[in-house]
């Protein structure tokens, strides 16, 4: 399933946490086993394990790379789109001014579609509702065929994807007006109201869905699967958050 020749495109959306640190190995092992055929990484950095990150993805297939890295501030989190097909970086005069945390691409598979990389500021940077709305005048004016939005968008819907009270009533309206504008979020188009969490709080261990699939009416009738994954502990003691503080994103759909 996934890397060359499956009837199913595998895309693995994937925040790795401050540029993986000593764990760079562990995160490229996790991609080598879900079989991804492209990937979206935030928190990717400028920095030597992200750059190893890159190089052992590249080993793995995914030689094709696009990163919004930057060597002036290498510790700062970006973004990189790994993929075993060709891509090219896409440009729109209404697409997010966050430094680093947006990309968009073409992905030259056989079925060529779009892919846009997402990471959204939290709250308390004054940057997020900017994001949001950046974000909903590409998907209103969308005009270039199939595509999907995914990464960590730090967003939910109220009640539904939080263990305890902290999406605020923007960020709940965010993710309906995506939906208004005919990009489904591919986990809840498959899966209702089931639970699933993506990211933990380290005090209160409440479990909230910050990363998501947004995947619009050119794409929808091909998508398969969309479901969660948390990296195992090389130590094989179970621990959740070992290899990231954040599960990993998967997303499916016909080749």
Do not use: C
């Not at 540029?19 to 996790?30: F, K, P, Q, S």
């Amino acid at each position: 399933m996934g890397l060359s020749g499956s009837r199913i495109v595998r895309i693995v959306a994937w925040n790795i946490r401050a540029g993986g640190g000593h764990r760079v190995d562990r995160i490229a092992e996790t991609i080598e086993r879900l079989g991804a055929d492209v990937v979206a990484l935030s928190e990717f950095r400028a920095t030597a394990p992200s750059r190893r990150l890159a190089e052992l993805l590249e080993q793995l297939g995914l030689s094709y790379q696009l990163s919004t890295a930057d060597a002036r501030r290498p510790a700062a989190n970006r973004l990189l789109v790994a993929s075993i097909w060709p891509l090219r970086r896409v440009a729109l005069r209404n697409a997010p001014k966050e430094p680093g945390r947006w990309l968009l691409a073409e992905v030259a598979a056989v079925r060529p579609f779009s892919l846009g990389a997402m990471h959204v500021p939290n709250r308390v940077s004054g940057r997020k509702y900017p994001y949001h709305e950046a974000v909903l005048k590409v998907a209103n004016g969308w005009r270039r065929g199939p595509a999907l939005l995914v990464g960590d968008t730090n967003s939910g819907r109220i009640g539904v994807d939080e263990e305890a009270a902290a999406f605020s009533r923007r960020e709940d309206e965010w993710m309906l007006a995506l939906e208004g504008a005919a990009w489904r979020d591919g986990f809840r188009y498959l899966h209702g109201d089931a639970r699933a969490y993506t990211w933990y709080s380290p005090n209160g261990r409440n479990g909230f869905r910050l990363d998501e699939a947004f995947i619009n009416r050119r794409l929808i009738s091909r998508l398969l699967d969309t479901r969660y994954e948390w990296a195992v502990s090389a130590s094989g003691d179970g621990r959740r958050e070992a290899v990231s503080d954040h599960a990993a994103l998967i997303v499916d759909i016909e080749a």
